[in-house]
């Protein structure tokens, strides 16, 4: 007789998965609804200069001593003397109407600077901004103290020494963002500076248009001697007394233990350089063939220069690597300053020149032609003296070697028109480029690893058959993999995505997105890749089951706490279903709110614990402490609470993950009915009492996969091996029955014998 209830339950999951596919299409229109609604609003925005938005803020007389007024905002250049009564004490501006500084978030980030007559900033103050970290972590107190303390900054030094005159102070947790305010102040003080000609810049050389190029026909060949004499080669020459006696006046009393040893007028280093693509300097150093191999390797628009060395320092460093940066010498000139990689470097055999001295390095390096080195005009190499202090710790002095080609290497052009240019966009984005390459070139051994994770983690998804065969060493695969998460990715990186992150691109694609500004954190942007990626094949759990840092914190404390026998509590599956919607309310909530006002959202966006728990590592005021700590509390008796019920970046990319093109975990038909083994052990009640999975909730921890093939838990792989030992029984029982009969023509067959 059929089974009569089975029939008529069975349209019950169909009209329960058209429902929670009716309820995903509503959150998806009303996410899109609400971002064109956004867009709206922003787009109907007045366009305000900057420096007028601000300059009624702070009063003269606050902003600088003795000042009573500002004067009229200027017509050419986007700035207001600062005035007492009628004498000049400066000039007042913004950043952002010099050089782009836009940060982490994706808006601006302001400050106001006042500048003297002689490039001397008088102040720095930060108006506005809407930085995450600065909002909701760091005290916006501390941020603004350092904005204070460019005040006395010299723009002139700055200028000569390629940005690079000034100590940057890094404060731990908002690297990006103090990078960003410190490249803007002073590259904005150098474009006003030479703008009004304050301190002599406006007549810089190395600011003026060409006035000589290299005369390529000059190939006399001279030798060392001559060369050194005339400033072909110039040398930089450091001995064991004098570099011991600059450490000492450092004042640092551990350089003392780590003195260099040797008598003082030992050579320390011995260091000389020239400019080998004038055709007489390279011939008479390297010779034709060495110098005819030059030729061919430089690219139009290159040059390059000859250094060599002696001495107990060398000026390439012993850390040096294939595929790494030469990080003891940089050529600085002017503005623009150039460390060369393994790729644009070559050895050189010997000085071609006889009465040349014995060195034990010789290189030659190659500069771009995209660098914006000027041959004819001075530059420098700045060599950096270490010292190790500590195990890690290192103390550091910078040599500069100046060079400047002798005249008769030259040929004279016409003089240009003049031409006065204060930015061009062109100018500000190469700029903005060259700060995240930097960036991103500093956290190499970072991005490798975070690259490996993802490597790793994709194979288990491909591959989760064979992965998660062997139930023991699964499960220590994944608690090893989220311990890395949580201390790498996590407390080491802040390497933490955030439901601000988002709120800030949707700005960002309305107000004018740019790549750089989410190109400053190089792991949160692969991160947030591997993101868009995973949402398509495995939903929102690539991420938040595997690479999230707070996840990763909650399931591990949580191990933790079932290892000392805490009971666990299993919530009734109606209630259960009924919390599911809350994260998706404030996610939605804070959206709503961003649409008004970035700040307000990003201040409530504190209901996300990340940044206590992850960024700052609980250093942080009380109630933030008490919020995190009761959160986790809670996934210690119910698994993952945060992330079930109240996490708003999950429900963000919950939405978009019900378009995954592919559902990878393999289930049985009895799933569900009657089994319930995998409802009953999902750590996050994602699978219903029906046996359907919810993509909204399932983390992707692959437990269900496990219990698929396991041979104690899952009734149906238990039936499968019953059948095969009771098959396996059966054949060797008849196998002893045939046995008895040795002339029976069955047992002659298995023995390979015909009976006729």
């Not at 993802?454 to 064979?466: E, I, N, P, R, S």
């Not at 404030?586 to 961003?594: C, K």
């Amino acid at each position: 007789m059929p089974d009569c209830s089975a029939t008529l339950l069975s349209p019950l999951p169909r009209v329960q998965s058209l429902f929670q596919r009716a309820r995903a299409a509503s959150l998806t229109a009303l996410f899109c609804l609400a971002f064109v609604l956004a867009s709206v609003l922003a787009s109907t925005a007045q366009a305000q200069s900057i420096l007028e938005k601000f300059i009624t803020d702070i009063p003269a007389s606050e902003f600088i001593e003795g000042a009573t007024a500002y004067g009229e905002i200027r017509d050419d250049v986007p700035v207001a003397p600062i005035l007492n009564g009628s004498d000049l004490l400066g000039y007042a501006y913004i950043t952002s109407d010099f050089v782009s500084t836009t940060g982490y978030s994706g808006k601006p980030i302001h400050v106001m600077v006042a500048i003297d007559p002689d490039a001397k900033i008088l102040r720095a103050e930060l108006v506005k901004h809407s930085e995450p970290i600065v909002l909701i972590g760091i005290p916006d107190s501390k941020i603004k103290a350092l904005t204070e303390s460019y005040k006395g900054i010299d723009i002139v030094a700055e200028a000569a020494a390629g940005g690079s005159a000034h100590d940057l102070e890094i404060i731990s947790g908002a690297t990006v963002t103090i990078m960003i305010i410190d490249d803007s102040i002073v590259r904005s003080g150098l474009k006003v500076s030479r703008a009004l000609g304050l301190g002599g810049l406006a007549n810089d050389d190395a600011e003026s248009g060409p006035t000589h190029v290299l005369n390529m026909d000059e190939r006399s060949i001279n030798d060392w001697a001559t060369m050194s004499g005339d400033g072909t080669i110039r040398r930089l020459t450091i001995d064991v007394g004098q570099i011991n006696a600059a450490f000492e006046a450092t004042g640092d009393p551990r350089v003392l233990k780590y003195a260099e040893k040797g008598d003082p007028e030992d050579t320390y280093i011995d260091m000389h350089t020239a400019l080998v693509s004038a055709p007489s300097i390279g011939l008479s150093l390297m010779g034709p063939n060495e110098y005819g191999n030059l030729e061919d390797w430089l690219e139009e628009g290159e040059e390059a220069i000859l250094i060599v060395g002696r001495g107990i320092y060398s000026f390439k460093g012993s850390g040096f690597v294939r595929g790494g940066i030469f990080d003891r010498i940089q050529l600085i000139q002017g503005d623009i300053s150039v460390r060369f990689h393994d790729r644009q470097h070559r050895r050189l055999g010997s000085i071609a020149a006889p009465d040349a001295p014995s060195f034990t390095e010789l290189d030659v390096f190659k500069i771009p032609a995209d660098a914006g080195f000027d041959p004819t005009k001075p530059w420098r190499i700045q060599l950096l003296a270490q010292r190790a202090v500590g195990p890690v710790e290192k103390s550091f002095l910078t040599y500069d070697l100046g060079y400047i080609i002798p005249d008769q290497y030259l040929t004279p052009l016409a003089p240009p028109a003049p031409a006065v240019e204060i930015s061009t966009p062109d100018d500000d984005q190469a700029a903005r480029a060259e700060l995240w390459q930097r960036i991103w070139k500093s956290k190499t051994l970072e991005i490798g690893i975070l690259v490996g994770m993802l490597v790793v983690l994709t194979g288990v998804f491909f591959f989760q058959t064979q992965a998660t065969r062997n139930a023991r060493a699964f499960y220590w695969f994944r608690m090893g993999f989220l311990v890395v998460t949580l201390v790498f990715l996590g407390w080491s990186q802040n390497a933490q995505l955030s439901v601000v992150n988002l709120m800030a691109l949707g700005q960002s694609l309305v107000t004018g997105f740019t790549w750089d500004a989410f190109l400053m954190d190089p792991l949160v942007f692969i991160l947030w890749t591997s993101v868009a990626v995973t949402l398509l094949f495995w939903g929102r759990g690539g991420f938040c089951g595997w690479l999230c840092p707070f996840g990763a914190l909650q399931e591990l404390s949580n191990q933790i706490a079932r290892f000392f026998k805490v009971p666990q509590w299993t919530l009734p599956w109606g209630l259960h279903e009924r919390l599911w919607p809350i994260k998706y309310i404030i996610f939605l909530g804070l959206f709503g709110v961003s649409i008004v006002s970035i700040p307000l959202a990003e201040q409530l966006a504190e209901v996300e614990p990340f940044k206590t728990s992850i960024i700052l590592k609980f250093v942080r005021s009380w109630p933030y402490v008490l919020f995190a700590t009761v959160i986790l509390g809670l996934g210690l008796f119910v698994e993952r609470f945060y992330c079930r019920y109240l996490c708003p970046l999950g429900a963000a990319l919950a939405i978009p993950g019900r378009l995954r093109m592919f559902d990878w975990l393999k289930r049985y038909k009895e799933c569900g009915n009657p089994c319930q083994t995998c409802a009953n052990e999902c750590f996050v009640q994602a699978i219903h009492p029906t046996g359907e999975i919810n993509p909204n909730e399932c983390l992707s921890c692959l437990h269900c996969q496990v219990l698929y093939q396991d041979d104690q838990k899952c009734p149906v792989v238990i039936k499968k091996v019953k059948r095969r030992a009771k098959m396996a029984k059966g054949s060797a029982a008849d196998g002893e029955t045939l046995g008895r009969f040795p002339d029976h023509p069955n047992t002659l067959a298995s023995k390979g014998e015909n009976h006729v």
